[in-house]
């Protein structure tokens, strides 16, 4: 299985961007799909997660009410909405796949290729 995260790009403050993740291969119904994000110069960090088979949803306290994490099983792709945004969102925002619903990226064994997210103020 391969991830593709797309969706970036460069945004002002309050603005909306919604990031996708399209996985090649088949993802198993124990999954979790996450999105992490780094931002230069600090450690990844959890954003979002989501179980592959339920909508369970768990979300880092900074972006609660904000962003939005939902997945779509037929085209086997998960999706990061993100509303007013703000300029500490700025990092490089990366999917994974893990096998634990957890906000540890060390449980996290499949990772994308990330999308950069600016948000200018």
């Known amino acids: 299985v391969q991830l593709q995260a797309s969706g970036g790009g460069l945004v002002q403050a309050g603005d909306s961007l919604r990031l996708s993740c399209a996985a090649s291969g088949r993802i198993f119904s124990s999954s979790v799909l996450a999105w992490f994000r780094q931002a230069p110069g600090k450690e990844r960090e959890f954003v979002a997660r989501?179980?592959?088979?339920?909508?369970?949803?768990y979300y880092t306290d900074s972006v609660k009410g904000r962003f939005t994490i939902s997945r779509n099983n037929a085209k086997n792709t998960v999706y990061l909405q993100m509303n007013v945004l703000k300029p500490e969102d700025t990092a490089v925002y990366y999917c994974?796949?893990?096998?634990?619903?957890?906000?540890?990226?060390?449980?996290?064994?499949?990772w994308g290729q990330g999308t950069q997210v600016t948000v200018s103020s």
């Open positions: 994974a796949v893990g096998s634990q619903y957890s906000s540890s990226p060390l449980f996290y064994k499949l």
């Open positions: 989501i179980r592959w088979s339920s909508s369970s949803t």
